[in-house]
């Protein structure tokens, strides 16, 4: 007799199906489970939303999902030992960095998640707004508390990057790279922004709030027309519609793994991921900083994660903050 998968769960197999029969015997030998604790987990999920077709001799068939995020199904499957094992899931919120800075005034650990249907006040980077509609993205903050001092806690930016499309790719096979500092991209649009805020005292960081926007289900007329020449989602980019839950989770996984090795063997290992996920590594760019508009070839990231641009003359300067644009 096979082993019972370990860590599957009940969506992941009806997902792995693509609309097809699932008996209630596989179900029951794959989760190790009797065959009334499938009937359970399938009601249940049906209280849920999620509707499925059954049929005597070939089972179950999931038809349709709720696009609702739902408290209890993000925990049920949430394979992170602390990250997203505390979670808030808001209707509508300003913004999901706000929701999440309170909580981390009011003592909320590290690891707490904050995620919104909508944002009516979505931030950026450099005060930009960003859009957030109403069940179409993952719209989420996560707490930190890294015990790295302020000047490095961008390269947390560099890490969620990587968690972020390593999630993106697994659960939606659907391959973006990473703009420097803090863009996924598909194809050269955007399809996830990452915003990074700090909480300091005497230079001491108090909390981090890592902030994650990803267009997961948008179709194009989602998308503000000003944007949409260089917007798109996951959902238009891989022709499927995304499990938002599924996503999350694996992002939580992805996160927690990529964040206990930094804290072991600090940038190294994750700037070599980082790099080779990077559309922007030997690519010419244009650096826009608060200074100057300048341009080179990057070259790669130094030890703090600060973007190497060799210039014309030869000379290789870090960039540790700004915009860039890419050339050819
Ligand atoms: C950027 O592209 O400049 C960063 C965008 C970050 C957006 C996310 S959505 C969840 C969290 N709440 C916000 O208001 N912003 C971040």
Request: glycine share 10%.
């Amino acid at each position: 007799m096979k082993e019972p998968e370990q860590d599957i769960t009940l969506l992941e197999m009806f997902h792995e199906q693509s609309g097809q029969y699932l008996s209630g015997e596989e179900i029951s030998r794959r989760l190790s489970i009797s065959r009334s604790a499938v009937w359970k987990q399938i009601n249940k999920l049906r209280a849920a939303g999620y509707e499925f077709e059954a049929l005597p001799r070939l089972g179950y068939r999931l038809v349709d999902q709720p696009d609702k995020l739902q408290p209890q199904y993000l925990l049920d499957g949430m394979k992170s030992r602390t990250f997203g094992q505390v979670i808030h899931v808001m209707n509508t919120t300003t913004s999901t960095q706000e929701d999440a800075r309170r909580l981390a005034e009011e003592g909320a650990d590290g690891g707490t998640l904050v995620i919104a249907e909508e944002q009516t006040s979505g931030r950026g980077r450099m005060g930009r707004k960003f859009h957030s509609p109403r069940g179409k993205g993952i719209w989420m903050s996560l707490i930190l508390k890294p015990k790295q001092p302020l000047h490095l806690t961008q390269q947390l930016t560099l890490l969620t990057g990587v968690a972020v499309c390593r999630a993106i790719m697994t659960c939606c096979n659907v391959k973006t790279d990473i703009k420097w500092p803090n863009d996924i991209l598909y194809q050269g649009k955007k399809v996830c922004g990452i915003l990074l805020e700090s909480a300091t005292e005497d230079e001491r960081v108090r909390y981090c709030i890592a902030g994650i926007g990803i267009s997961a289900n948008l179709k194009e007329t989602d998308f503000p027309e000003n944007i949409r020449s260089v917007a798109t989602s996951v959902r238009l980019a891989g022709g499927q519609t995304v499990d938002r839950t599924i996503l999350i989770q694996t992002i939580m996984a992805e996160m927690e793994q990529l964040y206990e090795l930094y804290n072991e063997q600090g940038l190294a290992p994750i700037a070599a991921l980082w790099e080779a996920l990077s559309g922007t590594v030997g690519r010419e760019v244009e650096v826009r900083t608060s200074r100057d508009v300048t341009s080179g070839i990057a070259t790669g990231l130094n030890h703090d994660g600060a973007l190497l641009v060799r210039h014309p003359d030869g000379e290789v300067i870090p960039v540790y903050s700004g915009d860039i644009i890419l050339g050819s």
